[in-house]
């Protein structure tokens, strides 16, 4: 194979090209532009990165059985200096065929992002967050084509392990994280053949770390997804991520409910057996059953620690949940596979599509907050002859079976009686006492740290939402229709909460978190709501 070398362009450099001009300035030494002798020449090959499973025992990386996958997708460039003589997508084995001249001298480079407009549609680039968003590309050493009419040249990018640390150059890594992106819409399609797919920056760095502060540092806390953005570990002999394929497709499907779907969950620390907020519980669960529904794998591993040895691993397909119900991430997990599978248990077996026409249709528009309750709805509604086997997956998780989307029917309290009904429903004139608890946790997204209002507007009005602590709280009031916000009182402080806005007729939401006056750490109390028309 062709040496290679990994190297990042500057993202002020990306913009220049992505204008039609400019240097790549990049690290590698540039050469004049080709003089070659005008006789057509083709340069293909391969493209190969080296792909490090997990160990089925461990769940950390198992680098002696390291292989090499193929490249698939990726922008291919030749390069004769700063001059792109001429681009192409490597197939879905890794092959490119680039033409130039003969007598010319060049380079090839492949680009971590994977590019396509019209109609489908993507936009995904990997860069590092702690060199400006400097783009991964790979680099062949430059090469004279000589009097030859065809040139092989395949590229391997390398996972830099010396057998036991890294060596050598990562390069592999940024590879990897593409192809599972490539792995996401390749599956996608046979769906949606016209997916259309915003922007996505993934965010990987070797100096990306488990610490808070600034992520152009590297300091992100953990993997995760926001604004567009991706971010994910790359700390060695501490946590990364970059051969998590399950943890990469995760993050990415919280991009895909963000852009293409909808999702309420305010995030937040999480876990498998914890009592969520509803919210968390059906974003976290998703992603936990999406990575499985991409890859067919129900196995979501997690590698971690000294070499990347250890780690954990979750089996999304077990029905068998800790603290099940409406609130589990776990059960939701459990759920949605079922649906997409079926085939351990038999009950439900639906596919893909019936789970993507629900979250990029009803779901994306529901008058209620994202949940369990309004997901199942939907899908019920939309296949009411297999009832009876979703009615199962519900009752074998603890969850009511005649759902609607305000989780109605739904009486599981865990024991704590303030936690139910799921919404308080008001109309106006309607006042009474509500009450938060913090038996869960005080994250602020455990179950009972907030409450839920269901405000029903009969006529297009002014009207006031007011909240009255009866004790040092700070109560803080978001006023939802439909997933938009619309209204809104955090100013914080212990005096009361007045929302008072023109609302058209509808059914608006309202999420009321309860916080302890000094510091965003949820409590337990109680306090007056009250919901008039002006």
Request: glycine share 10%; with cysteine; hydrophobic share 30%.
């Amino acid at each position: 194979m062709s040496t290679t070398k990994l190297i990042l362009l500057t993202a002020f450099s990306v913009l220049l090209y992505a204008c039609g001009g400019g240097s790549d300035n990049d690290s590698s030494t540039s050469t004049p532009p080709a003089s070659g002798s005008g006789d057509p020449a083709t340069i293909s090959g391969k493209l190969t990165y080296d792909n490090v499973p997990h160990n089925n025992s461990t769940n950390g990386l198992n680098y002696n059985g390291t292989t090499q996958a193929p490249i698939r997708g990726a922008t291919v460039q030749l390069l004769s200096g700063s001059n792109v003589i001429d681009s192409t997508n490597s197939d879905a084995s890794g092959n490119y065929s680039l033409e130039g001249e003969t007598g010319a001298s060049y380079r090839v480079r492949v680009r971590a992002e994977l590019k396509k407009t019209g109609t489908p549609a993507w936009d995904v680039e990997v860069v590092d967050n702690t060199n400006g968003g400097a783009l991964y590309v790979l680099d062949s050493d430059s090469f004279d084509t000589g009097s030859s009419t065809s040139i092989t040249r395949d590229l391997n990018a390398a996972s830099g392990w010396g057998g036991s640390s890294y060596t050598g150059t990562r390069a592999a890594a940024p590879f990897h994280i593409l192809d599972r992106t490539y792995e996401i819409i390749d599956k996608l399609q046979t769906v949606d053949a016209d997916i259309q797919l915003s922007p996505l920056e993934i965010n990987w760095s070797p100096n990306n770390i488990p610490e808070s502060g600034d992520t152009s540092t590297g300091r992100i806390t953990t993997s995760f997804y926001q604004g567009g953005k991706i971010f994910l570990l790359g700390a060695e002999d501490t946590d990364t991520d970059e051969y998590d394929g399950h943890v990469i497709i995760h993050e990415w499907g919280h991009y895909f409910e963000d852009n293409n779907a909808r999702s309420d969950s305010i995030g937040g620390s999480h876990g498998g057996g914890d009592r969520l907020d509803m919210r968390v519980a059906f974003g976290e669960g998703f992603g936990n059953a999406w990575s499985g529904i991409i890859t067919d794998d129900p196995f979501y591993r997690d590698s971690f620690g000294s070499d990347q040895a250890s780690g954990f691993s979750i089996n999304v397909e077990n029905d068998s949940v800790s603290n099940p119900g409406w609130f589990s991430e776990g059960s939701v997990q459990s759920i949605l596979y079922d649906i997409y599978d079926g085939a351990n248990d038999d009950l439900a077996s639906l596919g893909l599509n019936a789970i993507y026409d629900v979250l990029t249709g009803e779901q994306k528009n529901t008058e209620a907050f994202t949940s369990i309750f309004s997901f199942m709805t939907y899908l019920k509604n939309n296949h009411s002859g297999d009832s009876a086997a979703l009615d199962e997956l519900l009752m074998g998780q603890n969850i009511q079976t005649n759902v609607d989307i305000w989780g109605s029917s739904e009486t599981d309290d865990e024991g704590e009686p303030s936690v139910q009904p799921v919404y308080q429903t008001f109309n106006p004139g309607d006042m009474r006492e509500l009450c938060t608890i913090t038996t869960f946790g005080d994250d602020g997204n455990k179950l009972g740290n907030r409450k839920f209002l269901r405000l029903n507007v009969s006529a297009t009005g002014s009207y006031t939402l007011r909240l009255s602590p009866q004790g040092s709280q700070d109560i803080d009031a978001y006023i939802f229709n439909r997933g938009q916000l619309v209204a809104f009182d955090n100013a914080g402080g212990t005096a009361d909460v007045v929302i008072t806005t023109n609302l058209d007729s509808g059914t608006y939401v309202a999420d009321v978190p309860v916080l302890a006056s000094t510091e965003n750490t949820a409590v337990a109390a109680c306090f007056d709501a009250e919901f008039t028309q002006n």
